[in-house]
């Protein structure tokens, strides 16, 4: 591909390259993200499981936030590869004595090779044409794994053994299946974030912007867009599975279309198309659940009157206004 190809999207696109500025601050954000996650176990503020739900969460945002925020696409789906990723990593932990590293891999498998079917299913909808397919595809995935044995059902998989990783790392230790998790989500970011700065993310960003004019340029939309659908579920698959070694169990939860709704909860409060949106939001949503759980069924009204003041008081999610406001500061300067 020609230096004028990969120019390519991001004219399509109508977004202004990033630039090396906008990269070390990224860069910058990135270490202090990963130094305070590191720190945060050892100052014994904050319970190590709580962290780790929100790591898994945060994974799971990061993975639809690149469907949704990059290539424009909104699906009411994306809780049959959560679930998916628990539900394989759980049974094969528990029934086949997997150890977790396998366990992790045989979920994100099953999540990835559901995704290609339901990708292939949906990915030729558009809007909400396409959000209502996956919507029922993740219907349908429920209902099997609500009838299908070896998810027992309402009861779901409980007991799973968190074992050692690789031999060497005892997982039933806190702190140390804490690290574990922690490198986990680094290594997912980081891969997400060089997956959106690549030049297939950029054909990503032109084809949410203008698809009609990405496909006038010679490029195939669909297998593109059905490319970044699969990955999204395998990223969604990996932090189910990972899910369900902290939490020892997988349950029906994971594939209720709520938590699909949960999930596009966090990417707009925290800054869809943003990196780092989407780990504020996960961060965000799971620690209202901790902290308000003592309100009961006040908790999602509550929850409600937040998210409402979110979408009228930051648009853009936290993150989103922040670079906005960087972005204006940087101006004036000028």
Not at 137 to 145: A, E, H, I, R
Not at 157 to 183: C, E, K, N, W
Not at 249 to 258: I, Q
Request: net charge positive; with cysteine.
């Amino acid at each position: 591909m020609t230096g004028a190809t990969h120019a390519a999207p991001a004219a399509a696109s109508g977004a202004a390259p990033s630039g090396p500025l906008a990269a070390r601050a990224e860069i910058l954000a990135f270490l202090v993200m990963a130094g305070l996650l590191a720190a945060l176990p050892l100052t014994g503020l904050i319970y190590p499981y709580f962290l780790m739900q929100a790591l898994c969460f945060a994974i799971f945002a990061c993975a639809f936030n690149l469907l949704i925020g990059y290539v424009g696409l909104l699906s009411f789906g994306h809780a049959m590869f959560l679930g998916t990723g628990g539900y394989i990593a759980a049974h094969t932990a528990k029934v086949w004595g997997f150890p977790p590293e396998l366990a992790i891999l045989a979920g994100l498998a099953a999540a990835g090779a559901i995704g290609a079917v339901v990708g292939l299913l949906a990915i030729r909808r558009q809007g909400i044409y396409f959000a209502m397919t996956t919507l029922a595809l993740s219907q349908m995935v429920y209902f099997v794994y609500l009838q299908a044995p070896f998810t027992h059902g309402e009861d779901g998989i409980q007991s799973v053994p968190q074992g050692r990783l690789f031999g060497l790392f005892d997982l039933s230790q806190q702190q140390t299946f804490y690290y574990v998790v922690l490198a986990v989500f680094l290594i997912a970011f980081l891969l997400i974030r060089r997956i959106v700065n690549s030049p297939f993310g950029d054909i990503l960003k032109a084809i949410r912007e203008n698809e009609p004019r990405a496909i006038s340029l010679g490029y195939r939309t669909e297998r593109y867009k059905l490319m970044a659908f699969v990955l999204s579920a395998t990223l969604a698959g990996l932090a189910g599975s990972v899910k369900a070694l902290v939490a020892q169990n997988a349950s029906l939860t994971d594939v209720h279309w709520t938590m699909s709704g949960e999930v596009v909860l966090m990417c707009l409060v925290g800054g869809l198309g943003t990196i780092f949106g989407p780990v504020i939001g996960a961060v965000v949503i799971i620690a209202m659940q901790q902290y308000l759980a003592g309100f009961g069924q006040w908790v999602l009204v509550i929850q409600g009157v937040i998210f409402i003041a979110c979408v009228l008081a930051f648009r853009r999610g936290i993150v989103g206004e922040i670079i906005a406001f960087a972005q204006w500061r940087s101006a004036e300067k000028r």
